[in-house]
């Protein structure tokens, strides 16, 4: 089936280091990927995004590589802060409106 | 420039009711969509509206339905309540000018089935 996976449900990190959370897809027709943030009893924030037309894109802090030949999808973050403690998701999205989510990665971030 | 808004915050129902969640889009924004997250899993596509039509429905039984108005708010409806209902029922809106449309989200509507 199609589906949006996550490789490791959680991720310690120490305040100042980067982080690489990672999310493989199955769906080869996907053309669109987005990660979100999301914070308890909140929704989820987008963060950033990458078309299947491009392999890497940049944002503040933050770096999207995406993997065709593999189906890979990763998001780094630099210079983690507290701040940056949530759940991430990343997204999955082709021509049929919709949105597929994995089951997301929790990112702890140690002071 | 408000963001998508959801109301109400939290709902209590009890099993076999009727529930109504309502969404507004983000200015300039045309496109509703509704998903619903389970506790500790990522969020589950139920529908999508545009030009007040369903464009597009996940694996959700009819008791789940929907609507568009004309100022592109949206509301979810869901029939028949299951405890299995219990969720945060997450509304996003996006442009609705092709198939790719970068998705916003709500806050979500917390909705306790007893």
């Known amino acids: 089936g199609e589906s949006v996976g996550l490789h490791l449900p959680t991720l310690s990190v120490q305040e100042g280091d980067n982080s690489i959370i990672n999310c493989a897809y199955s769906?080869?027709?996907?053309?669109?990927f987005i990660w979100y943030k999301q914070e308890s009893g909140k929704g989820p924030q987008f963060i950033i995004d990458?078309?299947?037309?491009?392999d890497k894109r940049q944002g503040q802090r933050v770096t999207v590589l995406l993997n065709k030949t593999v189906k890979h999808l990763s998001l780094q973050i630099a210079a983690t802060q507290p701040g940056d403690s949530a759940v991430y998701f990343c997204?999955?999205?082709?021509?049929?409106?919709?949105?597929?989510f994995g089951a997301g990665t929790t990112v702890t971030v140690r002071a | 420039d408000a963001g998508v808004t959801q109301s109400p915050t939290h709902l209590i129902k009890t099993r076999g009711q009727q529930v109504t969640l309502r969404c507004s889009p983000k200015?300039?924004?045309?496109?509703v969509s509704w998903y619903q997250q389970a506790l500790g899993q990522g969020p589950q596509f139920i529908f999508q509206?545009?030009?007040?039509?369903?464009?597009q429905r996940g694996n959700f039984p009819d008791r789940f339905s929907g609507h568009q108005f004309p100022n592109y708010s949206s509301e979810l409806n869901v029939n028949a309540l299951l405890l299995g209902d219990s969720a945060l029922y997450l509304c996003?809106?996006?442009?609705?000018?092709?198939?790719?449309?970068?998705?916003?989200f709500g806050p979500g509507t917390r909705l306790t089935v007893l």
């Open positions: 997204a999955e999205e082709s021509n049929d409106y919709k949105l597929s």
């Open positions: 769906n080869s027709a996907s053309d669109y």
């Open positions: 996003a809106s996006s442009s609705g000018t092709g198939g790719t449309d970068t998705q916003y």
């Open positions: 509206y545009y030009e007040e039509e369903e464009r």
């Open positions: 990458i078309r299947s037309n491009m």
């Open positions: 200015s300039g924004h045309d496109t």
